[in-house]
């Protein structure tokens, strides 16, 4: 089993990264990039991380670059890198594909195949899959329901609420209005809420 550490306490328990579905909730510039890059340089795995907006690779280098990748796409041609991206991870198996910002490429109710062809079965080919996104009112149905773990930072517009209580009971989300900047709750299903601290800066 593999341990994260928040202040030398082992609060954060993936069962298995190679299968389970991470959400990091919250508004921008509250700290969801620094939490992926946290949590992908914790980890021994192999990834791949889809760096929409370029900050996933700003000052963060992986660990083990043999297996252990970021992809920058081109703007202009991010919706074709992703798709190509999506379906080779899914040819390539026994991987973590993180996602920064998973709404620019989905909405409540329509995802691109390859995508969603990696949150229905990808625990088949032991893909775990980990995403970030701002608004989570515009992130498909099944990425949510499909999320064993969530870290939420702030999370307080009524529409991004109500839908997510659909998979997150309400007043772990509500608990989230009065946060400070860069705090978050972690979330696993059916466990009780935790507030953490800030992690450490990834640059």
């Known amino acids: 089993m593999e341990?994260?550490?928040f202040m030398s306490r082992p609060l954060i328990q993936f069962s298995n990264p190679l299968k389970d579905c991470v959400g990091i909730i919250g508004m921008r510039q509250d700290?969801?990039?620094n939490l992926l890059k946290w949590l992908l340089n914790s980890t021994p795995n192999r990834y791949t991380c889809f760096d929409t907006l370029g900050q996933v690779s700003k000052?963060?280098?992986p660990l083990k670059p043999d297996i252990q990748k970021i992809i920058k796409p081109a703007w202009a041609r991010r919706f074709q890198e992703f798709d190509k991206v999506c379906e080779d991870v899914w040819k390539e198996g026994n991987q973590?594909?993180?996602i920064d910002e998973v709404s620019v490429f989905c909405n409540k109710w329509e995802m691109p195949d390859p995508l969603n062809r990696l949150i229905s079965m990808g625990g088949n080919r032991n893909i775990g899959v980990w995403?970030?996104?701002q608004r989570v009112?515009?992130?498909h149905n099944n990425i949510l329901a499909n999320c064993q773990y969530h870290f939420i930072f702030k999370t307080f517009l009524p529409q991004d609420v109500e839908w997510y209580s659909k998979f997150v009971p309400k007043e772990v989300i509500l608990m989230s209005k009065d946060l400070p900047r860069f705090h978050?709750?972690?979330?696993?299903?059916?466990r009780d809420p935790i507030i953490c601290k800030p992690v450490k800066?990834?640059?």
């Open 3 to 5: 341990e994260l550490y």
């Open 31 to 33: 700290g969801k990039t």
């Open 59 to 61: 000052g963060f280098t």
């Open 96 to 98: 973590i594909f993180s």
């Open 131 to 133: 995403v970030t996104t």
């Open 137 to 139: 009112a515009q992130v």
């Open 184 to 190: 978050f709750i972690y979330y696993q299903l059916g």
């Open 201 to 203: 800066l990834m640059q």
